[in-house]
């Protein structure tokens, strides 16, 4: 080794005979531009877990080259290009397997429903995915607020019914490209009614009592879910989770389904 050569430790040899299933770098807050509907792409900012396999006789990975590959790919970001991503993690890294995780906020304009005010509202969105020779996975997840009224306090109560805020995580693989949007859709038309950003008077009218005409237990979010994912082509697996934090209740109520579309 000449003398202005700096040594690689990372690349000794290691004698415990252990491999390594991920190593990496975690919680990198990076600018990205995601595909959006409506407008094409939308700017957002995405927290980052990289990772690799590393073989037993390597002592260490170089962490720099996963940003480094983040930067080459200058923030775009999209189901499309995600396992040209991995692939070149796994290049520039010399893995056998590259994984990758990708959480960002997911922002879209909606009207208020009766008085059309506009606002964004924010959900939230994660890319989860692996890729190795012959064989890549990604699992893509959306989550989104929404309002459940209880069935039975309606049924009992005289005035009124506990409603409260309720969240639907929903986690898909598919076989076309399926718009966040479409997923955001199912998830609200599932409950007792979506959720706002901006709130007129004649929209709480309308928002509560359109809730109070759809009550919804957290079993039946679940199943309305599953229904539309079962009816949408191009899903091809998919978990449901719904969480309802109770207002009368010092718990939240909890339902969760998956399912396995190719049989």
């Not at 005289?158 to 490209?177: C, D, L, P, T, V």
């Not at 928002?207 to 899903?235: I, S």
């Not at 719904?242 to 339902?255: D, K």
């Amino acid at each position: 080794m000449r003398k202005d050569e700096l040594f690689d430790v990372a690349s000794q040899r290691d004698e415990r005979n252990i491999p390594i299933d991920k190593v990496g770098v975690k919680n990198i807050r990076y600018p990205i531009r995601v595909l959006d509907r409506a407008n094409g792409t939308q700017h957002t900012v995405a927290t980052f877990n990289m990772y690799v396999d590393l073989p037993h006789h390597f002592k260490g990975t170089h962490m720099s080259r996963f940003v480094e590959v983040l930067n080459e790919h200058h923030g775009e970001i999209s189901v499309r290009n995600f396992f040209k991503l991995l692939a070149d993690i796994r290049k520039h890294l010399d893995a056998e397997t590259a994984h990758l995780e990708v959480e960002f906020p997911y922002f879209v304009e909606k009207e208020s429903p009766v008085s059309g005010a506009r606002g964004l509202m924010e959900y939230a969105c994660r890319l989860s995915g692996s890729r190795k020779k012959g064989e890549r996975d990604l699992v893509i997840t959306v989550q989104a607020p929404v309002t459940t009224l209880c069935p039975c306090s309606k049924e009992l109560a005289e005035r009124g019914a506990h409603n409260q805020r309720g969240e639907i995580r929903i986690s898909y693989r598919m076989s076309r490209f399926i718009w966040i949007e479409e997923i955001i859709e199912i998830a609200e038309q599932s409950a007792s009614s979506a959720v706002y950003s901006v709130v007129k008077r004649e929209d709480e009218k309308f928002v509560t009592e359109h809730a109070y005409d759809h009550p919804v237990f957290v079993e039946d979010v679940v199943r309305n879910v599953a229904e539309k994912l079962d009816a949408l082509d191009g899903v091809t697996w998919y978990t449901v989770e719904v969480e309802n934090f109770e207002s009368i209740h010092n718990h939240s109520a909890y339902a969760y389904v998956e399912r396995d579309k190719r049989g």
